[in-house]
């Protein structure tokens, strides 16, 4: 400490300056003039010494400014009792400096002393706020995502960034509640993720840790509640901390923070990761309820496709029973025999009908329907769905058409062949049941650099403003649409949006009730 002290050339400065003082103090005239004024006494010298005083208490703080005062007094007391012709005034004089000198160095230190304290806060405060700004941050991160093993990677990879340590990990409880396992991991290599579960009942620190503790392992070469040790030395891994991670119904599992340094966690960053855990647990119940209902999903759709599938051949056969009945092949039947076979056919029509948007849509769902993607031309799929549908339109007095926006090269997307052709056909269908007589519907093709779009516009019953949020859910139809046309099944813009998703596209409509609608399909680019 000494050493550095004699080192620095600021000492050196003082102590020269002080030399100098004390010397002219002793040997310099006993009065020296300053314009009209005639100080005597050795006066100025005392009063010089102040700078001294002033120096070191800058440089060396309150201690140095009264050791400076010190050596000062030391200086000039003798003259006082020795040397000074008047004593008295002489005393005097040198109680002033000591006053003077002790109110400057009180004065510097107090302002050094709250400077210090300002600065101490402001990067408290701004310690704080990155903090805060990286929790906030970390949320955002994870709720952008309900897939369970995205969200788990993202946690533990903020985790390590946002305490600035090496690594993190994310245990949970496995089906049997007994055992630990590595769910997610950052910053640690495959022997040590490996290295084997953590068993509850060996492991008195993770049972600390479910029940809501965050604890900090301070030296793990010390520590005896680890379960691996060795491991975590051999990984270079000298500190941990770990959090609880608690959903609604219990314990997930744990969080742990890694540190290379010893003792590298403090209580600062305990809240800390509590926090980030807290955020992770309810990400992480998301992403497990999302699953949970994703398989119960996939569950019904399957017993849909099942049970519809077994529905469609008795229907197929009502419905060939009833054509031979209409047709009269199993002999005359009077006009109201007739209208009730036919309104039977009907029904059976629209049966059928439903069985298939119910297959469609299971099929979509279950991922039993998958079929390869190809790469398609939409123009030649939007002539192909304009021809087919122009019988139908003509007979409604509707003119179709198609219109072409692109110049250059043919817009083409990667998608299964029979799936574009059924979004188209779901969309155009509709236009033509939606417009009454002497409408207009519209299939035009547009395209920008790396996607393509089909939209189709009608002039037709439009939809209101309330129903544009649900258009898309199963089952469900507008009151204008029903009251304009009794049938319908409600699948058919569920199944669309459910076959774009698929490949990678966007749906959107926008109507305006009484005047028509327009739905816009966007294709990922080939
Ligand atoms: P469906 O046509 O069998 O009722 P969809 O799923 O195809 O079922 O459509 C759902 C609902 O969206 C329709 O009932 C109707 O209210 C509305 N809709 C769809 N297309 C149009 C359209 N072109 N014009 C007006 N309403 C439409």
């Known amino acids: 400490m000494s050493k550095i002290f004699f080192r620095d050339r600021r000492f050196w400065l003082i102590v020269i300056a002080f030399s100098a003082i004390a010397l002219a103090h002793y040997f310099s005239p006993q009065e020296r003039a300053f314009g ?9 010298e005392r009063i010089a010494f102040i700078l001294p005083i002033v120096g070191a208490t800058c440089f060396f703080g309150a201690r140095g400014g009264l050791s400076a005062l010190a050596l000062a007094l030391i200086a000039m007391l003798p003259r006082v009792f020795f040397v000074s012709p008047n004593p008295a005034d002489a005393l005097i004089e ?8 002790y109110a400057v160095v009180w004065a510097i230190e107090t302002q050094a002393r709250e400077k ?57 409880l496995d089906e049997t509640g007994a055992r630990l396992n590595v769910a997610a991991a950052y ?56 959090a609880p991670l608690i959903g609604k119904r219990g314990p997930l599992g744990l969080m ?30 998301n992403a497990l309820a999302y699953r949970q209902l994703g398989k119960l999903d996939q569950m019904k759709s399957a017993f849909v496709l099942t049970v519809t599938h077994e529905l469609r051949s008795p229907v197929s056969v009502i419905q060939s029973l009833l054509r031979t009945l209409n047709a009269g092949y199993a002999g005359e039947m009077d006009e109201r025999q007739r209208d009730i076979a036919e309104r039977a056919l009907h029904r059976a029509d629209f049966l059928q009908t439903l069985i298939g948007d119910l297959l469609d849509l299971a099929a979509g769902k279950s991922e039993l329907g998958a079929e390869d993607a190809t790469e398609i031309s939409l123009s030649d799929a939007a002539t192909q769905v304009v021809r087919r549908f122009q019988i139908p339109a003509e007979e409604k007095q509707i003119r179709l058409e198609q219109i072409c926006k692109c110049r250059g090269a043919p817009i083409k997307t990667r998608a ?34 790396d996607h393509a779009q089909i939209e189709i516009a009608d002039t037709g019953i439009g939809i209101p403003d309330d129903a544009m949020p649900h258009l ?26 459910d076959l774009v998703t698929r490949f990678g596209g966007r749906i959107a409509a926008q109507s305006k009730f009484g005047e028509g609608t327009t739905f816009v399909v966007t294709f990922p680019g080939a």
């Open 94 to 101: 040198t109680l002033a400096v000591a006053l003077v000198g």
């Open 256 to 285: 742990r923070a890694y540190s290379t340094e010893p003792a590298h966690f403090s209580a600062d960053d305990a809240i800390f990761l509590s926090a980030i855990a807290s955020q992770g647990s309810i990400a992480l119940e």
């Open 472 to 497: 898309f859910e199963e089952f469900y139809r507008a009151p204008n649409a029903k009251l304009y046309e009794k049938e319908g099944t409600g699948l058919g813009l569920a199944i669309t949006r």
């Open 116 to 172: 210090r304290l300002r600065q101490e806060l402001s990067a408290r405060l701004e310690h704080a706020y990155r903090r805060l700004q990286m929790l906030y941050d970390t949320a955002q991160t994870l709720n952008a995502t309900l897939e369970q093993q995205t969200v788990l990677d993202r946690l533990a990879r903020a985790t390590a960034h946002a305490l600035s340590v090496r690594a993190c990990s994310i245990r949970l």
């Open 416 to 449: 299964p062949r029979n799936g574009v052709d059924r979004v188209l056909n779901n969309l155009v269908s509709n236009a033509i049941k939606y417009t009454p007589a002497g409408g207009r519907v519209a299939v035009t093709v547009c395209c920008a650099n």
């Open 36 to 44: 009209a004024y005639t100080l005597g006494r050795h006066t100025v």
């Open 187 to 242: 910053g640690l290599s495959d022997a040590y993720i490996q290295k084997g579960d953590l068993i509850l009942a060996q492991n008195p620190l993770a049972r600390a840790v479910l029940a809501g503790e965050v604890i900090a392992i301070d030296d793990v070469a010390r520590d005896q509640r680890l379960q691996y040790p060795m491991h975590a030395i051999a990984e270079g891994i000298r500190a941990m901390l770990s």
